[in-house]
């Protein structure tokens, strides 16, 4: 494939740093890639595995001359390592990032930009529980969506060479408006990981049974919920505070819809209880149909002896 950007920065060298590394390899559509992370610690792990051409010891160094700079980082750091790498950011080139959350960034991000730099900020929908540099591969993103949130006025060139550079990384596109990016990410994402956590947290309070019960009796619905609960707290914390609007209203609406299950239950209303997990379980389907996932069983991980 032929090379989209001759330089791209890396900025933080987590679980999406190093699967966009990893996959900008295999695709040959980047010359150098730089890369920074805050912890020494994570950039001699970088260093030992080989992670990006060349590991910088500040954000603006590793931004110096890119064609591409992603903000790998935190939500909550976004706006620290816009003003940071600013001074430093070549006419013509473009910044983007992958933060799951799309108006906080954009209103922490832009004001920093200097004239001449193109700012589209992008949110690849893949992950896994796992996090740090140790944690990527180049897989990651293949027939996963990236959603791209150009600004009114973004340069259409600049939008259109960095969906062909996500696309070029095994993703689909499409285009969304930030408000609308964080209502959906709010319904498929970040709601569920609260009620994940939630339940997680209920089973450690829930003293009538044990840790070691809740650990070896653990079935497939409680388990996932502790795969998704393993995610990096950090971000997540940030994505809640930044996406308070969406959350809120999506988990008032999920408030309402468990009141009515609480009330199916305690009436034997056996009909609402079957005609609503038939409607719900259509939902699943769709996925599958859609190849967001797999149809085989144990949520399509392969079995081990």
Request: glycine share 8%; charged share 25%; proline share 4%.
């Amino acid at each position: 494939m032929a090379q989209i950007y001759e330089r791209v920065a890396l900025i933080g060298l987590g679980l999406i740093a190093s699967s966009m590394y990893w996959a900008m390899k295999r695709a040959g559509v980047a010359g150098e890639v730089t890369g920074y992370a805050r912890t020494s610690g994570t950039r001699d792990v970088a260093r030992e595995i080989g992670l990006c051409d060349r590991v910088c010891e500040s954000a603006a160094e590793a931004c110096e001359g890119a064609d591409l700079v992603v903000l790998c980082v935190p939500v909550g750091a976004m706006k620290e390592v816009a003003a940071e790498i600013a001074p430093v950011l070549k006419p013509g080139a473009t910044l983007s990032d992958v933060g799951s959350v799309k108006g906080a960034v954009i209103a922490a991000v832009a004001p920093h930009l200097p004239k001449g730099v193109h700012f589209v900020p992008a949110h690849p929908l893949a992950g896994t529980e796992h996090s740090g540099p140790r944690s990527g591969f180049a897989e990651l993103f293949d027939n996963r969506w990236c959603l791209i949130v150009p600004q009114e006025g973004s340069d259409r060139t600049a939008v259109e060479r960095l969906e062909a550079f996500w696309q070029s990384l095994g993703a689909n596109t499409d285009e969304m408006d930030a408000e609308h990016h964080d209502l959906v990410l709010a319904v498929t994402s970040h709601a569920p990981h609260l009620i994940a956590y939630t339940m997680v947290g209920v089973a450690d309070d829930l003293r009538r049974v044990t840790d070691s019960e809740v650990i070896k009796y653990s079935a497939a619905g409680f388990r996932d919920f502790t795969r998704i609960a393993a995610s990096d707290p950090t971000m997540w914390r940030d994505v809640f505070l930044n996406n308070r609007q969406a959350t809120l209203e999506i988990l008032g609406r999920f408030t309402e819809e468990l009141f009515a299950l609480q009330r199916a239950i305690r009436t034997g209303d056996g009909d609402h209880l079957h005609a609503y997990f038939t409607r719900t379980r259509a939902i699943r389907r769709g996925i599958i149909e859609a190849g967001q996932d797999t149809d085989a069983p144990d949520f399509g991980r392969a079995r081990r002896p």
